[in-house]
């Protein structure tokens, strides 16, 4: 399995943008499906964005697509999520997922997890 680490959170103002960056280390990167979950208090957690392990293919939530972009760099084993227009509403706690040959991540199905970044927008 991979390990993943978070970084790049923080507070930001209605409108703003933030650039959330995962590393992993271990073996077979390109092998994994590579994704974003977020988790807001009293809620669920949910997936935010997916880049296949194959044919990067991207998949978004409904709630972030054209405001966020997720991408993906083999040759570094990152992932990175760039966040535009935030809104108060995405703010959450962050997680970076790893699934073996994934596709849209499901977290069922995740094998790794990062330890999570705090993202605070305010209004």
């Known amino acids: 399995q991979v390990q993943l680490v978070e970084s790049g959170g923080g507070l930001v103002q209605a409108g703003g943008s933030l650039r959330l960056s995962c590393a992993a280390s271990?073996?077979?990167?390109?092998?994994?499906?590579m994704g974003w979950f977020r988790q807001a208090v009293g809620k669920e957690r949910e997936h935010v964005a997916s880049?296949?392990?194959?044919?990067?293919?991207?998949y978004y939530a409904d709630s972030v697509k054209g405001r966020f972009t997720i991408s993906r760099d083999n040759a570094k084993n990152t992932v990175a999520l760039q966040m535009n227009s935030l809104k108060p509403e995405d703010t959450a706690v962050y997680y970076c997922?790893?699934?073996?040959?994934?596709?849209?991540?499901?977290?069922?199905?995740?094998?790794?997890w990062g330890q999570g970044t705090q993202v605070t927008v305010s209004s």
């Open positions: 997922a790893a699934q073996f040959y994934g596709l849209e991540l499901r977290s069922s199905q995740v094998n790794s």
């Open positions: 271990g073996r077979s990167f390109k092998n994994y499906g």
């Open positions: 880049v296949s392990w194959i044919g990067d293919n991207k």
